[in-house]
């Protein structure tokens, strides 16, 4: 990650985000759908919880009452992170494009959890990977298997397409984060573009 442009889709809460600024990544760009209209938007949250990290572009870290600032980043040097709108269900080929262009890297953790968004995620990851050629743009997915069959399914309709996929869940196993059923059952997988010989 040290040096690349990433962009992660469904970003949620920030988590993985947060994680990946400590490797110092160029860019980082991190996105999800806002589709609140009562102002307790995902979005939102978003950006509060890279405030209270220090990690927006475009406000200072967020102190507490006693005026100190006392997040995680604060002694480290660390990259800044944006905050974009993306609609998987409405991006179109010039928007994806224009996103391929500027990144190396596209990475999504746990965003593949109800049927209804696998066709349009696929089809933006589609849309990124063939957008980027002749470049080599790199896609990480994580997923658990809470949702086994949700997840299989995206994989084989991300097969449809001209990509070549590798699980490499072995090569990257950590102990676990989380103490919940299924925990260990995080899976990774490398996705590119068919034409390069391999992930």
Request: net charge negative.
């Amino acid at each position: 990650m040290t040096g690349r442009r990433c962009y992660e889709l469904g970003a949620g809460v920030g988590l993985t985000g947060i994680c990946l600024a400590l490797l110092k990544p160029k860019s980082l760009v991190l996105t999800d759908y806002d589709g609140d209209e009562e102002g307790q938007s995902v979005l939102k949250n978003l950006e509060h919880n890279l405030a209270l990290n220090g990690l927006l572009t475009t406000e200072p870290p967020v102190q507490d009452a006693s005026g100190i600032s006392d997040h995680l980043f604060e002694r480290q040097e660390k990259s800044t992170v944006d905050i974009e709108l993306l609609d998987w269900f409405g991006a179109t080929e010039e928007s994806l494009a224009s996103i391929a262009s500027n990144v190396d890297l596209v990475f999504a953790a746990d965003v593949v959890y109800t049927p209804s968004i696998v066709t349009p995620l696929v089809r933006v990851i589609h849309g990124l990977i063939k957008a980027a050629y002749p470049k080599k743009l790199q896609v990480l997915i994580a997923g658990t298997l809470r949702y086994a069959n949700t997840f299989k399914s995206f994989l084989e309709e991300l097969l449809e397409g001209d990509v070549a996929i590798e699980e490499i869940s072995k090569a990257v196993r950590v102990e676990p984060l989380f103490l919940y059923e299924g925990a260990n059952d995080v899976l990774l997988y490398h996705v590119i573009d068919s034409r390069f010989e391999g992930p």
